[in-house]
């Protein structure tokens, strides 16, 4: 903000009284401007922190896809080994059935 002081003491030449209250006025206009300034910052840092919240977020929530991802996996690899065990001890129950035969 600029404040052309030179034209308010024209302005005011023969009011001491305006002047002071003139003073006074962009005194309060200034601290006004500095909370704003003030405020501003602290939403933008609000706003960084959030961004960062999420972020973050977004990678524990892939973090926990990967996981459970290979939980499934590992499941389904466990069934497979399983299967193929039945599979050979069947056939080698039906080799034993059939060279007996």
Do not use: H, P
């Not at 919240?53 to 590992?74: H, M, R, T």
């Amino acid at each position: 903000m600029v404040v052309d002081q030179k034209g308010a003491e024209e302005a005011f030449a023969n009011d001491e009284e305006g002047m002071q209250a003139f003073d006074t006025f962009i005194g309060e206009l200034y601290d006004l401007s500095n909370g704003y300034r003030e405020d501003l910052d602290s939403l933008e840092e609000y706003a960084d922190s959030l961004e960062e919240y999420l972020d973050s977020g977004k990678e524990e929530y892939s973090d926990l896809l990967s996981q459970v991802y290979d939980a499934i996996l590992s499941e389904k690899q466990e069934l497979v080994d399983n299967l193929s065990q039945i599979d050979e001890s069947v056939n080698r129950a039906n080799e034993t059935v059939t060279g007996k035969i």
